[in-house]
Nanobody, 115 residues
Framework: QVQLVESGGGLVQAGESLRLSCAASRSIFAFNTRNWYRQAPGKQRELVAN???????NYADSVKGRFTISRDNAKNTMYLQMNSLEPEDTAVYYC?????????WGKGTLVTVSS
């Protein structure tokens, strides 16, 4: 059973930064997909960013230029650097990885951005 544990969330003011981490219980290199999702109150969960095994990254339009996804295979950890945070970024952020057709999710970390 794969475990994913997010950390790094918190309360910040608009314009500030946070770095989220997702620690996996096994090598993240072997996963097919590595994603960050978020879910704001009253809204559906949305894909924020993902990173391929070769390091290609993709971002939602709403975070392009502000967020950066990365991974450290040696530490089995994926990161989401979030800069210039906006109140609209307030959400629970989830780490998601897929392997062999099975989706694995962390429990999420709350990010609250005050105006």
């Amino acid at each position: 059973q794969v475990q994913l544990v997010e950390s790094g969330g918190g309360l910040v003011q608009a314009g500030e930064s946070l770095r989220l981490s997702c620690a996996a219980s096994r090598s993240i290199f072997a996963f097919n997909t590595r994603n960050w999702y978020r879910q704001a109150p009253g809204k559906q969960r949305e894909l924020v960013a993902n990173i391929t095994s070769s390091g290609i990254t993709n971002y939602a339009d709403s975070v392009k230029g502000r967020f950066t996804i990365s991974r450290d295979n040696a530490k089995n950890t994926m990161y989401l650097q979030m800069n210039s945070l906006e109140p609209e970024d307030t959400a629970v952020y989830y780490c998601n990885m897929n392997s062999g057709g099975t989706d694995y999710w962390g429990k999420g970390t709350l990010v609250t951005v005050s105006s």
